[in-house]
């Protein structure tokens, strides 16, 4: 099931069920229902249904699913069994942020590195990472193997960040920054939009208000 073709709506329903899988599992929640996931998820039922009944070594609808074995099959499904180390290029305020609040909870995620070219950053500890120069990138990420980097630095700098990442083979991005950046095919880019999400829930809001 690993790395099998599955539409990007799907895989951030799957995510969200891993999420409330992982926190029934912490809870000593052994069988969950289609309405449980969707009563946490913020999923419509129907939904869940529909995406659980793509596979079927998820059980059966009616008897409940078991909690371990639907996380370990949707984690196969999403590849995330082994999932890649991510370092962070910035180590101001949001690099910070994000190494402070961890991955705890993702399934495995972890940050491995963080760096910056600022002098007066470099050599400092957070969250037991130490930030490194950037001109130790190569050195460091050619002996991670396949990895995410998170582009979390001035916008002025979000392109030369990322040409750099490409050098080094990096072929998946998530950036914080807010400006447009190019990569070449085969590289994978995503932005964290926060602009987009607060239009997304006021829109939210005023069909509410419309309703």
């Not at 402070?100 to 007066?120: M, V």
Request: proline share 4%; charged share 20%.
């Amino acid at each position: 099931m690993a790395g099998e073709k599955v539409s990007e709506k799907t895989i951030r329903r799957l995510s969200h069920y891993a999420r409330c899988l992982r926190k029934a599992t912490t809870d000593g929640t052994a069988i969950v229902t289609s309405e449980y996931l969707s009563n946490r998820c913020g999923i419509s039922s129907a939904a869940v249904r529909k995406d659980l009944a793509v596979f079927g070594e998820f059980g059966k609808q009616g008897s409940g699913y078991n909690v371990s074995e639907l996380l370990e099959n949707i984690e196969r499904i999403l590849g995330t069994c082994e999932p890649p180390p991510v370092i962070v290029i910035g180590a101001g305020n949001i690099g910070s942020a994000l190494l402070e609040s961890g991955l705890d909870g993702t399934g495995g995620y972890s940050y491995s590195a963080i760096f910056d070219n600022d002098p007066k950053i470099i050599g400092k500890t957070i969250a037991g990472v130490t930030v490194q120069p950037i001109d130790e990138l190569r050195e460091v990420v050619g002996e991670q193997g396949d990895f995410i980097a998170i582009v979390a630095v001035s916008p002025d700098e979000g392109q030369s960040a990322v040409n750099n990442l490409v050098k080094m083979g990096c072929i998946a991005i998530l950036s914080f920054t807010l400006e447009p950046l190019d990569v070449p095919g085969g590289v994978v880019l995503r932005y964290l939009e926060v602009s987009t999400e607060l239009d997304i829930l006021t829109h939210s809001m005023k069909c509410r208000d419309r309703c």
